[in-house]
């Protein structure tokens, strides 16, 4: 069965849209003064963690959804946006490490935005798990939309909890507020490398979702032909 | 007789059928003692094992007291949390409860009730003994107000996720693999509200924590009676 012509045309765009943006982060945009190269990594940073956010943000709706309606396909899209969601995120936050190392000086702090992602992270490992320790694929299903639900409840009272931590608990070493080390003022080039990576992860995003949620519905299939010919014999 | 499966809870019946479920486990654990006495001593365990590994010297202790306590109550209560679904199921007494006809949030809140009750008791028991080892004093109204919210909203979440770890494979396991992630604003802002009392420090100070443990707590329950009805249907 081959991906339809939509499809084909989407995952093409996507691929040249990558290539483009890569030239974006790394030619067209100029170079930051004081940060140096190692600037270039917000471009893709941000977008990652933003293709996170939004494929969570899917999850959620198409879990409500399902609980609502039973429609399957809500549940291929609500594991296959996880699945997207949880790579994009550890791109984030190794990108954001990497780049927190030579700015910051450490590779990690207990910074709100920096534990929220991680317990984001960890959230949606969980919530793959629990698909996986499950036999019963109807149940499977429901568990698996209230645990995304329950998820994306508790990741902004999260990030309430870390603040309120750390506006009583002074900052130990250094100050670790991305406003305040490593800020910098983005000029009309770097804007436009910014949006366009935006842009292009989120087209990205699109088109592995799409591929996933087919793959999953063959995945299906196959099964089911598995099934019929044991059957017959 | 109200019809049972109307989604509106015919209050009086509800609540008789929350409090028979919850009764249920408490006779049952008055006979044999067997989760209160072994979260006991597990506790006991933890707060030792801290002692030890955390070196602490009386400066120490006073800072991060309201840390460890919490830390033992979370292992502490989710091993209960474990026990009271696991022992349902295994013993098949799962289903005799679904068949009967009751709302099915009235199993929620039953199980809700009885392990809250359990956690309560052995924090009861192990407040006294952690003041005395820990050369601390813990009793002060408003601590204890905190850990009856703070527990009750790791009990609200814990049951919920109960209930769906034990039908996994390795559901031990799977438990605290689920319930951590989404337990930790409570329990961060429960161990703040708790440090903030503990250190003598004025309302202002540590009034954001506390109201978020009742924030969490009520929009926990939400999700619960939303979302319990689903869990069970079977």
């Known amino acids: 069965m081959q991906p339809s012509r939509s499809l084909r045309i989407l995952t093409i765009s996507a691929f040249l849209l990558v290539l483009l943006s890569l030239y974006m982060v790394f030619v067209y945009a100029p170079r930051e003064v004081v940060m140096g190269a190692v600037q270039r990594v917000f471009y893709y940073h941000v977008a990652a963690g933003w293709i996170g956010a939004l494929a969570f943000l899917v999850t959620l709706i198409v879990s409500i959804l399902y609980l609502a309606t039973n429609n399957i396909i809500l549940d291929r899209i609500a594991v296959s946006s996880v699945e997207i969601g949880v790579v994009f995120t550890s791109m984030n936050i190794a990108s954001g490490s990497i780049w927190a190392r030579p700015i910051w000086n450490t590779w990690w702090t207990w910074d709100p935005r920096l534990t929220t992602a991680t317990v984001m992270w960890l959230l949606y490992i969980a919530y793959l798990m629990l698909r996986q320790g499950l036999e019963d694929p109807e149940r499977q299903r429901r568990f698996a939309a209230v645990y995304g639900i329950l998820a994306f409840a508790s990741v902004p009272l999260t990030f309430l909890a870390i603040r309120i931590w750390r506006t009583i608990h002074p900052v130990v070493i250094g100050s670790n507020d991305p406003g305040a080390e490593g800020q910098f003022d983005m000029t009309m080039r770097m804007r436009s490398a910014f949006f366009f990576s935006l842009f292009t992860f989120t087209v990205l995003y699109t088109t592995l979702l799409w591929h996933r949620v087919r793959l999953e519905g063959l995945a299906c299939r196959v099964a089911i032909m598995k099934a019929r010919l044991l059957h017959d014999r | ?234």
Do not use: C
Not at chain 2, 2 to 20: E, I, K, L, Y
């Open chain 2, 1 to 234: 007789m109200p019809d049972p499966t109307n989604s509106q809870p015919p209050t009086a019946g509800f609540w008789r059928a929350v409090s028979a479920i919850a009764w249920k486990d408490l006779a049952a654990e008055l006979r044999n003692k067997e989760i209160v006495s072994a979260l006991f001593i597990f506790s006991l365990l933890v707060i030792l094992i801290f002692n030890f590994a955390l070196e602490l010297d009386k400066v120490a202790r006073e800072n991060v007291a309201a840390g460890v306590l919490w830390v033992t109550f979370v292992f502490s209560a989710t091993l209960g949390l474990n026990r009271t679904f696991a022992a349902e199921k295994d013993r098949g007494s799962l289903d005799g409860l679904l068949l009967a006809p009751i709302h099915r949030s009235a199993l929620y809140f039953g199980k809700l009730l009885s392990t809250f009750v359990f956690i309560l008791i052995v924090e009861i028991i192990v407040i006294p003994v952690f003041s005395v080892l820990y050369n601390i004093s813990l009793f002060s109204p408003p601590f204890l107000l905190v850990v009856l919210l703070g527990t009750l909203g790791y009990a609200m979440v814990g049951t919920l996720l109960a209930a769906m770890a034990i039908h996994t494979r390795a559901r031990e396991v799977m438990l605290p693999i689920l319930l951590f992630p989404v337990a930790v604003p409570v329990v961060m802002a429960a161990v703040r509200a708790s440090a903030g009392i503990l250190a003598g420090a004025e309302w202002g100070r540590f009034a954001g924590a506390f109201n978020l443990v009742v924030i969490y707590d009520t929009i926990m329950l939400a999700i619960a009676i939303m979302t319990f009805d689903y869990l069970i249907e079977e």
